[in-house]
């Protein structure tokens, strides 16, 4: 049916996830030697060289979308991280480009 097609065409050209939906995360508290780490953290996701700031940080908050960036770009960042092995947190802002949210 016409339903069927245009469903089948949408999936066609939806992007495709920068990294797999298996991926399994567990929140865990810190402690004993955990407690003798620091974790170096930073905003990724804005359009700098986020592999580069990932060689550094330990966990990067990446940005939403509303003040910069664009879905596209947090997927690829996530994804970035994901390989970096950096703990991943969430940059809300107002959407406000002008102001920077």
Do not use: W
């Amino acid at each position: 049916t016409a339903l069927q097609e245009l469903r089948a065409s949408i999936q066609e050209t939806q992007p495709k996830p920068a990294f797999s939906r298996s991926l399994q995360f567990k929140l865990a508290p810190r402690s004993q030697d955990g407690l003798k780490t620091i974790d170096l953290n930073a905003d990724a996701g804005e359009g700098y060289d986020d592999a580069g700031l990932l060689r550094y940080v330990t966990s990067v908050n990446i940005a939403c979308g509303g003040h910069v960036g664009s879905p596209e770009m947090t997927a690829k960042t996530v994804a970035l991280a994901v390989e970096a092995g950096a703990c991943i947190g969430a940059h809300p802002s107002f959407v406000d480009r002008e102001g920077f949210g």
